[in-house]
Each structure stands twice: as structure tokens, then as C-alpha cells.
């Protein structure tokens, strides 16, 4: 795909004001024929403002400036930007292609919930559940990992079936702003899905990943030290695939808020010094939108 010039839009389907991001339903036909026309999403991101260099000095590229106010020595304006570089693009776009009813749902705007899942409720309707989910939702990470898709992204690889895993940028980060630093771990293990799925045979893979991940931050990304980025775990993850989310530390980014995100070192100690099976018995508390399978399952096990 190399051009959106035949996507039909047909609504909005959420934007965030704070995150500077849209996200956007329509059509497009498919490549291989016309005459079908399915949905795609767009995810629509502002991009941050270049420093690198002084031919990225935002102030070159204001053509009019539309007053908002002024008081005493402060002066406000709206402001219209003319066409960037390629080198600073304005933009940042995800297209999802073919997107299915689960995508819509996902990048729609819903409400969010705190709610409670035990571990009960997990082994008798969650886990099926996921058991359930077929293997095509997670395609996409297989290909990454056997080298098929996206070698060229690929930051680290360690090939060990057990502790083994890859890193390479989330595809939220613009590649190049280090104070939004977003990078993806994801493990080389098949079996293990979620953070409910860990216990202490895990624990080498977990400090693999902690600690390698911690040695090769400074080394990819001058500038970034080892204590300057967090690692967490999403639950419920966005796909069921053991991975390990790395942000700098002062990025704004969803998902790492209290109800969603834990950190890393946190889910090591839990395992290592309080219980082994600790993630298979604690009842997890989280926020959740509210057409999320998880939460009418749990919602309706009440």
C-alpha cells in the first residue's frame, strides 16, 4: 500500500487531545481487486517537533498567525504551518487492512472501568477465552520473530527458546524523538500469553529481558541511560503474546497508567520473594472499556 488517495471515510471513531492522535474509520479497495472494498482504520498521530538541527526550527515554517489574547507581556495565537520536510514530517499514520470488528471496537472511544478479576473468574472464563482466540490474531508477532516481517526494525535478537526475545520500536515511537522512546520486547516463548502465566520458571526469561534490555538502551541510544527508561507489562495486553513494553521514563504513552500497566522489576520480585504462582492466585484489579469481551464476561459473572 502506497497511497490513501482511494480511502473513503466514514467516521471518526476517537481522538485524544492530550496524545495529539485520531483515529479514523473508512474503506479502501483491495490491492489485488477493485471491485472488493473492505474497512480500514487510520491512526493518526502529530508528530513531536524536530530539535536535530536548525533546518528543523519550527518558527521558519508559521505562514499566519490567528490572535487568541493578550495580557500584559503574553501574546496568544493559533498558528498555520506550511509543508514540511520529509526528513520532518508533520504525520505519523498506522493503516490497519483489512480491520475486523475486534479492530473498530478496540480504536473506538468507550468508556472505562475499573473492575476486579480474580483468579476464579479467569480460569473458568477468561482462559477459554483466550485459549479460543485463533493463532491468526497473533500472525503478525510469529512473522516478526522467524525473521519474515520487519528484520529491518529489529534492534536486538536472542535466539534462546527459553529466555530467549526481540526488541524493536513500537510502532507508536517516531523512530527518533528520545524523550518518547517506545520499544516493544517480545519473547521468543509461544506458551506464555500473559502476565497470568508466569511463575518461577519464568524468572530467567524476565531478568534476561530486564537485564539485557537495561545493557543495550545506552549503547543503541546514546544519551538514554539504563535508569532513564521503565519497563512494564500491560493486563489485559492488547494481544495475547508475552511482551514487555520500554518507554523513556517521562513519556507520555496509554496504557502506562495505575489499572494497566506493572513494572517489570515489580512482577520479578512478586514471583521471586512473595509466591511462585503469585499472578495464577491474586485477583487483578484494572480499567477496561466497557465493550471489552473481559469485561461483559466478568461484569456478567457478577
Given at each position: 500500500m502506497h497511497s490513501l488517495s482511494d480511502f473513503t471515510f466514514t467516521r471518526v471513531l476517537n481522538e485524544d487531545p492530550v496524545l495529539k492522535t485520531i483515529s479514523v474509520l473508512g474503506t479502501l479497495p483491495s490491492p489485488t481487486d477493485p471491485g472488493l472494498v473492505q474497512p480500514a482504520i487510520l491512526l493518526i498521530e502529530k508528530t513531536h517537533f524536530a530539535t536535530q538541527s536548525s533546518e528543523s526550527d519550527v518558527t521558519h515554517r508559521i505562514s499566519d498567525l490567528l490572535p487568541t489574547g493578550s495580557n500584559d507581556i503574553y501574546f496568544w495565537w493559533n498558528a498555520i504551518l506550511v509543508a514540511g520536510q520529509a526528513h520532518d514530517p508533520d504525520l505519523k499514520m498506522t493503516v490497519i487492512y483489512p480491520a475486523t470488528e475486534a479492530h473498530v471496537s478496540k480504536y473506538s472511544r468507550q468508556e472505562r472501568r475499573m473492575i476486579t478479576e480474580t483468579a476464579e473468574v479467569y480460569r473458568t472464563l477468561i482462559l477459554p477465552w483466550i485459549e479460543a482466540q485463533p493463532k491468526s490474531r497473533v500472525q503478525w508477532v510469529y512473522n516478526i520473530l522467524s525473521g519474515l516481517k520487519e528484520t529491518e526494525n529489529v534492534l536486538f535478537r536472542d535466539e534462546d527458546p527459553d529466555t530467549g526475545f526481540i526488541v524493536l520500536p513500537d510502532s507508536k515511537w517516531d523512530k527518533r524523538t528520545l524523550s518518547s522512546l517506545y520499544l516493544l520486547a517480545i519473547s521468543q516463548k509461544s506458551d506464555v500469553r500473559s502476565l497470568r502465566d508466569l511463575t518461577t520458571v519464568h524468572l530467567p526469561m524476565l531478568k534476561n529481558i530486564r537485564d539485557k534490555v537495561l545493557a543495550m538502551i545506552p549503547q543503541r541510544f546514546p544519551g538514554v541511560a539504563s535508569d532513564e527508561v521503565r519497563m512494564f507489562v500491560h493486563y489485559h495486553p492488547s494481544y495475547y503474546h508475552f511482551h514487555v513494553h520500554i518507554t523513556y521514563v517521562t513519556a507520555h504513552v496509554s496504557g502506562s497508567?495505575?489499572?494497566?500497566?506493572?513494572?517489570?522489576?515489580?512482577?520479578?520480585?512478586?514471583?521471586?520473594?512473595?509466591?511462585?504462582?503469585?499472578?495464577?492466585?491474586?485477583?487483578?484489579?484494572?480499567?477496561?472499556?466497557?465493550?471489552?469481551?473481559?469485561?461483559?464476561?466478568?461484569?456478567?459473572?457478577?
Open positions: 497508567t495505575v489499572g494497566q500497566s506493572h513494572l517489570l522489576d515489580t512482577i520479578i520480585d512478586n514471583i521471586e520473594n512473595i509466591d511462585p504462582d503469585y499472578y495464577s492466585k491474586a485477583s487483578l484489579r484494572f480499567a477496561l472499556g466497557v465493550s471489552h469481551p473481559v469485561y461483559e464476561m466478568i461484569t456478567g459473572s457478577n
